[in-house]
Every structure is written in C-alpha cells, then in structure tokens.
C-alpha cells in the first residue's frame, strides 16, 4: 500500500428520509496531523466518520480522494484496504479470547502456517502482535485472555488492530468516554507517538480540553454544516463553543417564577459509581428544573444513580410526604416518580405491545380487581383512550402496536404512560429527542400544562434552545459535577456556558 | 488473587472426575479395574463424540437439539446399507456420515438464512429424524451380524485388552481438538460465538461460520452413531434418545458456555462427558438402583451450572482494581 499523502472531502452530504444529516462539507486533513471533529449531538459527526468508514455512502455528487484521486468507500472492508481504520466508541474485543487473536482477528486465514496449510501460525501472530504492542509502548501481554484486561487495554487491542491492518488514516470516536484519568493520559501518549510516526488521525470528542490539547486543527459540524475550520492555535474555547452552538432565539415559552413554591425533592451529595460526583439541588413544586451538561458529563447517570437504576455510592435523597421533607429510600421513591429514559426502543416500551398495555403498564395495579387481581380491560381502555386524546397520540386505536407508531407518537404514548401514574416528580431525559417539530412542540406543552397542576418537572436535554425555553430554572453539570446554576432570568447561550468553559480552563492549568 | 481462582475453577473437571473415580473405586466392587474402565469409555463413546459434536454448535451459540437424532439417523443408515445392501462397511459409514453433515446443513439453512430459533429448528428436526429412521426400519431391530462384529471383538492385549474402537474414539477427539485450538476456522468459531455482532463488523463471515460449524456438528455426530452400531451390534429403535441433553449437559459440565464463544473438546467437554459417564457406571457397580442415576446426573448438572455461574461472574467483573495499579507508571511519565 503506498503512502498516504493526503485525505480531502469535497461536498459530502448525505440525506436520511426527512433529515439532511450532512449537507456539503468539505475539508482535507495531512499525515503527521491530528484533526478534531466536534459539534453537539445530531451535528453529524458520526454519519461523517460513517462515511469515511464505509458504513454509508454519501449522496451523488461528494468526492473523496486519497493522494488527490477519488475513491469509492462501499463497505468497512473497503475502508480497511484503503488504510483507513475506524476506532469505534464501543469497544469491539472478543472477551473470550486472546490477546493476540483479538488483534488479528480480521483475518485469521492469512495466519495459516503456509499457503496450502490448516495450521495456524501461532507463534508468527504473537510476534506480529508483539510488534505492534510495543510500538504503542504497551506492556499487554499477547497471551492474556480479554477479558482480565482494563478498558483502557482493551482500546489499545483496537488501535492494535488497526495499526496491523495496515490504517494509515485512524478515526477516533469518543474514544476517552469510558477511560479512567490515567488512562486518557496513555492514550494521548500513543496518538501522540502515531501522530509522529506520520498517521493521519481524526479524534472526535465532546471535551474540549482534549481537543484542545491533542489536535492540530479543529472541523466544527452544526446541523449537518460545517461551520468551522481553524487552526487550534488560532481560537480558544469561548470561539469554538460559538461555532459548536451558533446564535439562537432565546424564546420564552412560560412566565412565572416558581422557585417560591415549597421544595418537593431535595438531592444532596448524590454520588455514582464514577459519575455523578456529589451533585446536590431541590426541586420546588410545580418547577421545571433543567440539567444541561455534554454528552458524557453525568446526565444520565446522575438520573440512574439517584432513581436506584445504578449503584448509589453516596449521597441522601429526601422526598415531601404528608407536608414534611424527609429523607427517602431510593426504593421508596420510586412510586412517586416517572421516569422518561433516552432510549425510546431500548428501556422505554414494550414495542410489540398496543398502545393501551404500554400506557397502563405504569400503574396497571389500579385495573385489577380487589379480589382476584383479574384486569379490568374496559377501564384499561377507556382511560388509554382518554390519555391517548389528551397527549394527542395520532393512532387508529388504543390496540396498535406501538412498534408502528412514528416516533415522536412513540414518545406521547411514554408521555401518557407516566401521566396515567400521575406522579409529584416526573424524570425526563431528552424528551423530545428524535421527535419532528410538530410533536415537540406539543410535548413541551404538556409539560408546561402539567406544572402547573403542580406536577415537578427534571428535564435532561442537549438542545439549549429548548432547554431554555421549558425549564424555570437550570442546573450544569460537567465531568460529574456541579458547576452552575443558572436562573430563568439569567438564562442565555453564555451564562450556561461559562459554567464549562471555566472548568475547561481550570483543567489546562 | 483474580487469576489464580479462575485457574481452581478451570481444573474443576479433572479434580471432579478424580474424586468420583476415588469415591466408586472405595464404594464399588472392582471399579478401578483397566477392564471396567475400558468398557465405560467404550460403551460411552457416542455419548463422548456427540458431545465432541455439540460443542461445535454451542460454541457459535446454537443449542441443537437434533444432535441425538443426527448420531441415530446415521447409525440407522448406515446399518440399513450394510444389512439391506451389503455394502462394505467402510462406505456404509461414510454414508453415515454424510447424512450427519447434510442434516446439519438442513439445520443450518432454517437457523441462519431463515434466522429462526436454533433450539425449536433442532427440536423439530429431531422428530422429523426419528420418525423418518423409524419408518425406514419399520420399528424393528436391525441385526449387522458380521460386518461389524469383528470391528467390536478387536483387543490390543499389549494395552491390557484395550479395544480398538477406542482408538477411533481417540482420533475423533484429536481431530475436534486440533479444528478447533489450530486451525483458522477455530480461532473464527469462537469469535462468532463470543460476539457476533462484532465478529461481523470486522470483517468475518459470520453466516458462513455459522452454517460450518453446525455441518461440522452434524459430522461428528454421524460419526458417533457409527461408533454407535457397532458397539451395540444392531440397530435399536430406541437408540441414543435423550442423548441431546446428556451431550449438552457433558459439554457445559466442561465448560462450553451456553451462550458461545467459550468453551474446548480436550480437555472440557471429554471430561465433561467422562463425569457423566462413570457415574452411571460406577452407581450401577456399586448397585444403586438404575432410577437414581438420572437423578445423581441431574444433581451433578446442577453443581455445574453453578460452577459456570462463578466463572462466568468471574470473568464479566472488570478489573477495575488493577485499573489503578496497572496505569500507574504510565502516569508517573510526564
């Protein structure tokens, strides 16, 4: 395989039914360069790193080309043999086997002892391994089954992959998400060292301070543009977040303070297994609180950790019951909240079942009978009914499976499932996530009407725009923890970002 | 500490057959002999090479089911050939064979082109045989006489009267073996069975594995119902039933995982096979009443399941206490 000299992407775009995911982007990146990719989520970094990995296919009319002549990326194998190596976020490793096998594992055949032989060639694929191993200064042993290795070593076998594959052009997706302090900082060591040896690296991160300490020059996706190309010499974070996020309406939906009312749920200390790391905040009644943070400060974890979904290391919850705030078992908590998870298909229905056994399945002890426990059906489906008319779900009737539903219908009947259990605190991460903006538009309206029945709202939400205009007030975390508190009053682009950007800062020094 | 607790449990097999060959050779009456030893392998040698089979299928995450009905199907046969045809016994068995591994092939069509489930494919598939092998001996006993009589009587009196089937049995397990630990198609099997999803994104062709193995499977097992035939002298309709579960139960008792990816024929699933073995023959030596070797079986395969429990536990833990230990140098570097 001959040297490659250069990368250049000229007017890839790329349409899914409904969303244009990449419209015209253009940039080239050189041997011995690390280029950063950054944007919020859905700014099309991944259908980007997608295309160069021969997963999609751009639309008609974007070129690719490698040393100035246009290539064809069809399939991964594609990719593969024109030296370009995907590092993806999940680590992609053979628990069960061993280190050696788990680095050549593409293509086991070409290890056969001769060329007519059955055998393979044991002692040829450790040294091959071995080789790379310490060209990235590892000290993995070859023969060590999987999985008694660290994460980080485990993403080292994948760089070890792709190093023996020949990539010469390496894409890193998040690949710092799951890696411990100490480990970030071994593998910066080793692309580092790759970046000398002249390979041509692409790192996608959500953290600025890494971006800002490892790359060359940077590529800012929003909405599927590209809206900045620098230099990393020439910008600092304040710009760079400005080209990430753009200028926005800054909307307001609701008026009304209700940070006067009383506290409901009052969170100190909360500390999870890595993330969150002691969070504390209160909930009033009837507010709106929001939770911003990057992907991967703590979010999510922050809501598992609480809500006994993970492993609460530290922390106390206490809950408003019969006029006085005491503390509360996460146990105990749970029937008094919903909880709206990110994953539509994943953990929030049952998607081979009809509308009306998903909205009921919040409370489904209220259909059975006192005596027997049979369910009573036709109130099952009356108050399906109901809910389905109150959060307007567009569906024949009660009985569809919901599997056929759109998404943002999908997402009404998760709705309607929390507000059938009618809790005091309703969780929700990323509410409107993949919903068109019709839907959330009106899922912002039910929310906005269920406040103020008195109904206590935590929202997670990576749009700023929409975080905004629903919360009352909002909380950002970042890394795990707490770093500010934003007010309705002071709610702006920057207030919220000031809370990262000094983190970032303390960070470099 | 980590690794040396995943290093008792793996030569749990070998301590476990140990103690239960100890425990029959004192309980029993002249169990520890090379002759009753000799006839328990021997006698056992389908059940061992159906296991031997079997493994090849779990591995890639496929419990079959039908592995039983495919050893019966050839053993029928091959038996029918010989009887009905007189062919030469050693075409006959190839017959045999051939069926085996086209019936994995049958399998293999349902469960990775028609992406059907593995476990009701294989059950289907297992009446189907036995209902077809039925028809074709009109549910009679098929007597083999001489050709293979001579097969069964041959001794090796420099082994203390070793039969010579069991140096079939020995090349059977050498062959799995050496598949699987060296040959490029093993080292794939595992990966397919470990983690299909990533087996394919890095460029295996997982259906092609797949459809290998269970053809590979259904090999072994048509191999197994010869050795079938003529340790028994005939063909009964009843033979080798319920043989699936004991085989799946012998492999996971050697530490097959259920789940694929995980798993060996020498030394995990022959002893597996083994264990399972001796304790019926030394429960029947020592005269316990043939309804309370199921249960014993049942009770062993219980232990086992626990025993994989612990090791599958084992190894799902991340090492999270040597994340600090093993990252500190490099830190230590500016």
Redesign the interface.
């Known amino acids: 395989m001959e040297k490659i000299q250069s990368l250049e992407l000229k007017n890839i775009s790329k349409s899914f039914p409904g969303v244009k995911a990449l419209s015209d982007v253009s940039f080239s990146a050189y041997p011995g360069k690390v280029c950063g990719i950054v944007g919020v989520n859905g700014a099309g970094k991944s259908t980007m790193m997608n295309i160069l990995g021969g997963l999609l296919q751009p639309d008609e009319g974007g070129k690719i080309l490698i040393n100035g002549r246009e290539v064809m990326i069809e399939n991964p194998k594609a990719a593969t043999e024109l030296g370009i190596a995907f590092i993806q976020q999940e680590i992609q490793v053979f628990d069960t086997m061993h280190v050696y096998e788990n680095v050549l594992a593409a293509d086991f055949d070409k290890w056969r002892k001769g060329k007519n032989s059955l055998v393979l060639d044991r002692k040829a694929m450790k040294k091959e391994v071995q080789k790379h191993l310490d060209a990235l200064g590892s000290n993995i042993d070859v023969d060590a089954p999987v999985y008694s290795l660290t994460v980080g070593e485990k993403q080292l076998l994948q760089i070890a992959r792709a190093l023996s594959e020949g990539g010469q052009i390496l894409l890193f997706d998040e690949p710092t998400s799951s890696l411990s302090d100490n480990e970030i900082a071994r593998l910066f060591e080793i692309i580092n060292k790759l970046k000398a040896q002249g390979y041509i690296i692409f790192y996608i991160s959500h953290f600025l301070d890494e971006i800002f300490s490892l790359c060359d020059n940077v590529i800012v996706l929003r909405d599927g543009k590209k809206t900045g190309d620098a230099l990393i010499s020439d910008i600092d974070k304040e710009k760079l977040v400005g080209m990430m996020l753009g200028h926005m309406v800054e909307g307001n939906a609701r008026s009304g303070v209700r940070a006067q009312s009383e506290v409901v749920l009052k969170a100190e200390h909360i500390s999870g297994v890595r993330l969150p790391k002691d969070i504390s905040f209160e909930l009033h009644k009837g507010e709106i609180l929001g939770v911003w943070g990057l992907l991967g400060s703590g979010r999510s974890e922050l809501f598992n950790a609480m809500l006994g979904i993970d492993k609460m290391m530290g922390g106390r919850i206490y809950y408003r019951e019969n006029g006085r705030l005491e503390e509360i078992s996460q146990k105990k908590l749970y029937p008094h909240i919903g909880y709206l998870t990110e994953g539509r298909h994943y953990d929030g229905l049952f998607l081979d079942m009809s509308i009306k056994s998903n909205i009921t399945s919040s409370d489904i002890g209220r259909f059975a009978s006192k005596f027997l426990g049979t369910l009573n059906t036709k109130k099952e489906a009356v108050e399906s009914r109901s809910l389905m008319k109150q959060v307007n779900v567009k569906a024949t009737d009660e009985n569809m499976i919901v599997s056929k539903l759109s998404g943002g219908n999908q997402q009404k009947v998760i709705i309607a499932k929390w507000f059938l259990k009618d809790p005091d605190i309703l969780f929700m991460d990323e509410p409107t996530k993949g919903v068109d903006i019709g839907a959330k538009a009106e899922i912002q309206n039910l929310i906005f009407e269920k406040s103020e029945k008195g109904m206590s709202f935590v929202i997670i939400s990576s749009e700023l725009e929409e975080i905004m205009s629903l919360c009352d007030r909002i909380i950002v975390v970042y890394e795990g923890r707490l770093v500010g508190e934003v007010s309705k009053a002071d709610f702006s682009k920057d207030s919220l970002m000031k809370g990262i950007v000094s983190q970032e800062e303390k960070h470099a020094d | 500490m980590?690794?040396k607790k995943i290093d008792i449990l793996s030569y749990s097999n070998y301590i476990v057959l140990a103690i239960i060959l100890i425990v029959f050779a004192i309980g029993g009456n002249n169990f520890l002999t090379l002759k009753s030893i000799y006839a328990t392998i021997n006698n056992g040698s389908p059940l061992i090479i159906i296991t031997c089979g079997v493994t090849f299928a779990l591995l890639v995450g496929v419990i079959d089911l039908s592995v039983g009905a495919i050893g019966y199907a050839a053993g029928v046969a091959a038996g029918l050939l010989m009887n009905r045809l007189d062919m030469p016994v050693a075409l006959a068995f190839l017959c045999g064979i051939a069926l085996g591994v086209f019936i994995g092939w049958v399998n293999s069509l349902f469960i990775v082109k028609f992406k059907m489930n593995p476990m009701l494919v294989s059950l289907g598939m297992m009446l189907i045989i036995r209902a077809i092998a039925r028809i074709f001996t009109d549910d009679k006993t098929v007597t083999l006489g001489d050709h293979v009589s001579a097969m069964r009587k041959a001794r090796v009196a420099a082994l203390g009267g070793m039969p010579m089937l069991m140096f079939g049995l020995i090349a059977v397990i050498i062959v799995c073996t050496f598949v699987l630990r060296?040959?490029?198609f093993?080292?794939?099997l595992?990966?397919v069975g470990?983690?299909e999803k990533?087996?394919r994104?890095?460029?295996?062709n997982t259906d092609r594995i797949k459809t290998a193995a269970l053809m590979t499977c259904g090999g072994v097992c048509g191999i197994a119902g010869c050795f079938w035939i003529v340790t028994l002298g005939s063909v009964v309709t009843t033979g080798l039933n319920s043989y699936e579960f004991l085989a799946i139960a012998a492999a996971v008792l050697g530490g097959t995982?259920l789940l694929g990816?995980?798993g060996s024929i020498y030394p995990g699933s022959v002893l597996g096979a083994l264990i399972l073995l001796f304790i019926s023959s030394g429960m029947s030596n020592m005269g316990v009443s043939i309804y309370a070797i199921p249960f014993v079986r049942g009770i062993i395969i219980f232990i086992a399941m626990y025993v994989d429990s612990l090791r599958t536990q084992s190894?799902?833990k991340?090492?999270?206490s040597?994340?600090?230990a093993?990252?500190?140098p490099?830190?230590a570097?500016p």
Do not use: E, F, N, Y
């Not at chain 2, 994104?201 to 295996?204: K, L, S, V």
């Open positions: 980590r690794t060296h040959t490029p093993g080292s794939k595992l990966a470990c983690d990533v087996a994104r890095i460029g295996i995982s990816g995980r190894m799902l991340t090492p999270m040597t994340v600090q093993k990252s500190a490099a830190a570097k």
